[in-house]
């Protein structure tokens, strides 16, 4: 048995929006074009799956397979449809190394990550993934960055493998890949993603010329990172007037000259005018029109996802006692959050039909099992905030008689309280001050 094994490393420059990747890690192109001849008894699907649990003692489900003797997880090459065009040439148990995987026929790195594509034909395949930055690496054959099968040495039937290998984990993100067809011939086509020695992704394609339709899979610090979490992490990394640019929030700059209250500063994180809707919420200061309101930027992200929660409730307006107030909270050396702009105080919520959720009116005290639906309604878009991390501390009513017509919610770092029936928590001397917020 014959094979042929090119390796080189592409110079691309991969920038991160989180962690760079390592200069000296760049991504290693491998491709391989294997000679070994498919046995009749490997190009029966029924015998490759025979091969697969008896050999390998592995179901088509579990790709995890531990290598005893390298003591590495060998990810064995699955075959979702059960597709002799696409059936594994199993590697002897010995035959790759640690850190290897044989992936028709072939010991492949898998690296800390590893992108492939396998053929079935003599077709000119490629594979091309799109990392988080932009840059768009390839790997194939026939002269197309590296030259790894000629045309007249693919032999049809023997299995084609081209990857992109990364020793070390490279930028977290969202990676987009997929494949060309350079050529006339037409191919099945199966990708494989395999992160820390395991398959992250097995999917077949049909390459009729030009590219495959493109996936996305998100590499994150574990192989259990979904594209969901991907995309939350890229916003939380986005500076906080660009979060309101991508949600749509519409804003204007608030001129703020920094004041202080006591010989403290209130300084305010990117001072901002917010719209009176957000996110589908009209806001208006208690007995006036909704009219623009000054905050800092952070408490507009919030109010964003607040206004989620509002709505599951048919609330649509919202009638608040204030946001920014430089003062200190009374009887402490701190300053308030509303010194911040970093609280709002909700005095109402009104819903199309004319339906209102008045804290004064409506507040049932000296329970956390209300009665009435309004009660209801209330006390559960309190626990739904703080359950929800839309804010860290939620003062209520029942908290104490300075809250007795409002929810007082702010973003305390690092903080989660909600001042429900006493008694309270025990607090420590940072967070004595919830006790004393005011209106």
């Known amino acids: 048995m014959k094979l042929l094994l090119l390796l080189g490393i592409l110079a691309f420059g991969l920038s991160a929006c989180g962690d760079d990747a390592p200069a000296d890690e760049e991504p290693v192109v491998i491709s391989l074009n294997n000679f070994n001849s498919k046995t009749s008894n490997n190009d029966d699907p029924s015998n490759n799956a025979n091969n697969v649990n ?57 690296g800390a990550l590893r992108f492939s594509v396998v053929w079935d034909s003599d077709a000119d395949i490629e594979i091309v993934v799109k990392t988080p930055a932009g840059d768009e690496l390839s790997a194939g054959f026939s002269g197309h960055r590296l030259d790894g099968c000629a045309a007249d040495s ?36 199966r990708f494989e993603v395999v992160q820390g020695g395991q398959l992250k992704v097995g999917t077949n394609a049909l390459a009729n010329g030009g590219a495959t339709q493109s996936s996305t ?66 806001y208006n200061y208690v007995g006036e029109a909704p009219a623009s309101i000054a905050m800092a930027c952070p408490l507009a992200v919030q109010l964003h ?53 008045n804290l004064f009116d409506h507040w049932e005290h000296d329970t956390n099992n209300p009665q009435t639906p309004e009660g209801q309604v209330l006390i559960d878009i309190a626990l ?23 929810f007082h919610m702010d973003l305390t770092p690092g903080a989660q309280y909600i001042g429900l029936v006493q008694p309270k928590p025990t607090m420590s001397s940072d967070e004595a001050h919830w006790d004393a917020l005011c209106p």
């Open 217 to 282: 899979t998100c590499i994150g610090s574990t192989i259990g990172t979904t594209i969901a979490d991907c995309e939350a992490a890229a916003f939380d990394a986005l500076p906080c007037l660009e979060k309101l640019d991508t949600l749509g929030v519409q804003y204007s700059a608030w001129n703020y000259s920094t004041q202080t209250t006591s010989g403290n500063q209130c300084l305010v994180d990117n001072p901002i005018y917010v719209s009176s809707n957000i996110n589908g919420i009209t």
């Open 305 to 357: 996802k607040f206004a989620d929660i509002l709505k599951t409730y048919n609330i649509n307006q919202v009638s608040h006692i204030g946001v920014f107030n430089c003062r200190m909270i009374s009887g402490t050396n701190l300053v308030s959050e509303h010194g911040y702009a970093r609280a709002i105080d909700f005095a109402e919520f009104r819903t199309p039909n004319g339906q209102r959720y």
């Open 154 to 189: 693919c032999v049809d039937g023997a299995a084609s493998v081209a990857s992109i290998v990364w020793n070390q984990l490279p930028q977290q993100g969202i990676y987009e890949y997929w494949a060309v067809n350079r050529g006339t011939t037409n191919a099945q086509v």
């Open 384 to 406: 739904d905030a703080i359950n929800q991390g839309i804010f860290n501390i939620i003062l209520t009513p029942n908290y104490n008689a300075g809250h007795d017509d409002h």
């Open 54 to 110: 008896n050999a390998n003692n592995v179901s088509a489900n579990n790709v995890n397979n531990v290598n005893n003797a390298n003591n590495v997880n060998n990810v064995n090459n699955v075959n979702p449809n059960n597709n002799p065009m696409m059936g594994p040439t199993l590697c002897p148990q010995t035959a790759c190394a640690g850190g290897q995987s044989c992936v028709d026929g072939a010991c492949v790195p898998n």
